[in-house]
């Protein structure tokens, strides 16, 4: 099992920022990718950002050139720095670990964390 712990959401005034964290710990071997979702109410839960184990990252479309993950490998922890913020940008933040063992996929999701923009 992999457990998450996530911080960093809040509220925020639209064009400010935000950084979310994500750490890791349990069963954190064979890990593939960290990333954060992220879900509207009455939306589905959607791909935010992502990094790989070997340092690739890929963005949705409406957060590319806003927003900037990173990883420590070191503190098996995921950051999501958020700049420009918008009220569109409101949701609950999601961290997502991937771990593929045997070739076998497996995600682990946090408790989430509430980012609010307001206008």
């Known amino acids: 099992q992999v457990q998450l712990v996530e911080s960093g959401g809040g509220l925020v005034q639209a064009g400010g920022s935000l950084r979310l964290s994500c750490a890791a710990s349990g069963s954190t071997s064979n890990i593939n990718a960290m990333g954060w979702y992220r879900q509207a109410p009455g939306k589905q839960r959607e791909l935010v950002a992502a990094i790989t184990s070997g340092r690739s990252t890929n963005y949705a479309d409406s957060v590319k050139g806003r927003f900037t993950i990173s990883g420590d490998n070191a503190k098996i922890t995921v950051y999501l720095q958020m700049n420009s913020l918008k009220p569109e940008d409101t949701a609950v933040y999601y961290c997502?670990?991937?771990?593929?063992?045997?070739?076998?996929?497996?995600?682990?999701w946090g408790q989430g964390t509430q980012v609010t923009v307001s206008s």
């Open positions: 997502n670990v991937v771990r593929v063992v045997g070739g076998l996929r497996r995600d682990y």
